[in-house]
């Protein structure tokens, strides 16, 4: 079946400092995928995109690319700020309502 | 902008009781989701609904039902509850442009104890 594995967590990070959060992915056909973040005490958020292979989702300073040769959407940033700390969720669509979201992982950004 | 609003956010039950989680959205999607979120697992859609007066099973759906009388709200239903209910639960909602669906918008969750 479809599913999404995420980096476990936590990741902790001073701010400045690059941030790579491992997703990969397992589904038939061609899905699309994504990256929410969820604040504490609020809802998921979508963060950023991509509906096909090579496309480049990118949003607030982060990027993740569709890499369908290894079936990767790993979700980066140049320069994290404590404003990101957060769960960020790894995400995939294969049909119109089969969402499957990756476990979360938690970041934390100190000063 | 309300969005996607959850009624209650905070709910604690004993086993064996009933309740109605509410969920309301005023964006006109024709798509509504129930999830529940647990520690390590992300999120699992327990049940959908593509429309008003539809519905539909997702992932873990067993013990739980739903209703789509009205196009804005999605009630979510525990008949018995179980401390394996025990979670957090949120709602979303969607549209579709173009023939494709757009992504979703969620609310900020309820959490049910189950004693």
């Known amino acids: 079946g479809n599913s999404v594995t995420q980096m476990e967590g936590p990741v902790t990070l001073s701010e400045e400092a690059f941030l790579t959060i491992n997703c990969t992915y397992t589904?038939?056909?061609?899905?699309?995928l994504f990256w929410y973040v969820q604040y504490p005490g609020e809802g998921l958020q979508l963060l950023l995109k991509a509906t096909k292979a090579d496309d480049k989702g990118s949003n607030k300073g982060f990027e993740a690319t569709y890499r369908k040769e290894t079936t990767s959407f790993h979700l980066e940033k140049g320069s994290v700020q404590v404003s990101d700390s957060a769960v960020y969720f790894c995400?995939?669509?294969?049909?119109?309502?089969?969402?499957?979201f990756g476990a979360g992982t938690r970041l934390t950004v100190k000063p | 902008n309300a969005g996607v609003t959850q009624t209650p956010k905070f709910r604690v039950l004993k086993t064996g009781q009933s309740m109605t989680l509410l969920c309301a959205q005023d964006?006109?999607?024709?798509?509504m989701y129930w999830y529940r979120q647990d520690p390590g697992m992300g999120l699992r859609l327990i049940h959908y609904s593509v429309g008003e007066g539809t519905t539909a099973k997702g992932e873990v759906p067993d013990g739980y039902n739903v209703s789509r009388l009205k196009k804005q709200n999605f009630l979510l239903g525990l008949e018995s509850a179980a401390p394996s209910q025990t979670s957090v639960y949120f709602c979303?909602?969607?549209?579709?442009?173009?023939?494709?669906?757009?992504?979703?918008?969620f609310g900020d969750g309820t959490r049910l104890s189950i004693l």
């Open positions: 589904a038939t056909g061609y899905p699309s």
């Open positions: 995400a995939l669509r294969a049909n119109n309502n089969d969402m499957r």
């Open positions: 964006m006109n999607h024709e798509y």
């Open positions: 979303a909602s969607s549209y579709s442009r173009g023939g494709r669906l757009q992504p979703q918008h």
